[in-house]
């Protein structure tokens, strides 16, 4: 066996491993007995140590030197790029630290939960605090002589860089707040009117899963209390909840997981239990789950489709008409939560925090300090004041667990899905037809074809590049939303 054969073996093990950890994960969510949480804790504490313990096997790093990759082709060009990437990152962090952060954070979401629910962000400073400084101190370890949010920022998109997404995020900035005001100006639609029976709504929400092409002999439908999908290659989970006066949080958010889902179905079979057998990055992965969502599910054409769809199952809910309903479904309104926000101003939301974690990483701005930096930054951005720290900065998980860097690939998700639709539009010209008809197969055939079967073969920017020919950029993302809410808002 050579030394890239032993690698793989011992790694397919390690991905396995990886996979029975997320699936216990997905099972805490839905299937779970209430009274079991402690001894999971303990199991998933236990198959944690194992995968650690894995990642940072000596015999990786021999594998690694031995290794003549003027050799190899490239996917185990792209196998060895993926795994050296994991054994840096766990190697680099002392053991003693990476035990703290697992300790302290596994702590810290209990109490973010309770000061919210006691809308007391004074109460959560000092293990903010804790948590930052970790945080902190990992970064370093991760940076060399770096930029500790630069590295923070590979585990979620690697290759990216805090300068380059500020660019970025600073040309949307201006156009999204601009068009949010201008939109908030003129009245607004109708909103859906009535009680949706949640029966009817689960089996409408398995409707559109099976039309953008989930496949469910390789998945299956949950509820839990926040959507998510979890797994790759022949076994890809996803949950959905429901809201009996909101239909559209269960169906969007259904097609929104389906993305995800699909991307992890769609990736080669070639490369299942491999590091490159699942999606590129964060940031890729929220293309697929965005695009789906918005750019398809939300579109003139397939609104039409899904009008006649619940009409069928829910008669009269005060909507007449296509046109009506297409607006109905993207109304935009204000509001402070970043997860109920619409497609304009979902991304002033992930700026704020973006700007707000890179200042709280780099010691710029101090944990006792964030209520005020939040509340006066989302008033210039959003034009009314934060009323309580739950609707401000206490709404998010994502800062008492320590995900830094996390928050910038919901925006380059936005960002990558208005790359992509730009070049499906032009590969796939029966799009609105086959939309109209409630057919996403052409779409999602493209984007399979395209992007989805590569897994991480290639980088996210150029799993990107690769699928629309030109490095992603945020100009299309605005040009799509100008021409949609224009449309939409000058009715
Ligand atoms: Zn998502």
Redo the contacts with the bound molecule.
Sequence with gaps: MTAYDSLMAFQRETEALGQIAGRLGWDQETMMPRGAAHQRGEEMAALQSVLHARRTDARIGDWLTTIDRAALDPVATAQLREITRSFQRNTKVPTKLAAEIARVTSKSQGEWAEARSNEDFKAFVPTLERVVALRQEEGQALADSGDPYDALLQDYEPGTTAAELDEMFGALRPRLTALRSAILEKPAPKAVDGAFDEAAQLALSQQLALDFGYDMNTGRIDKAVHPFSSGSGQDVRITTRTNIADPFNCFYSTI?EVG?AAYEQGVSGAYALTPIGQGASMGVH?SQ?RIYENQLGRSRAFTGYLFGKMRDAFGDFGIDDEDSFYAAVNRIHAGYIRTEADEVQYNLHVLLRFDLERQLIAGDLQVADLEDAWNSRFEADFGYAVDKPSNGCLQDVHWSVGLFGYFATYTLGNVYAGCLYESLRDAVPSLDADLAQGNTSNATAWLRDNLQQHGGLRTPRDTIAHATGASPSEGPLLAYLDAKFGALYQR
């Design positions: 929104h995800h929220e789950s």
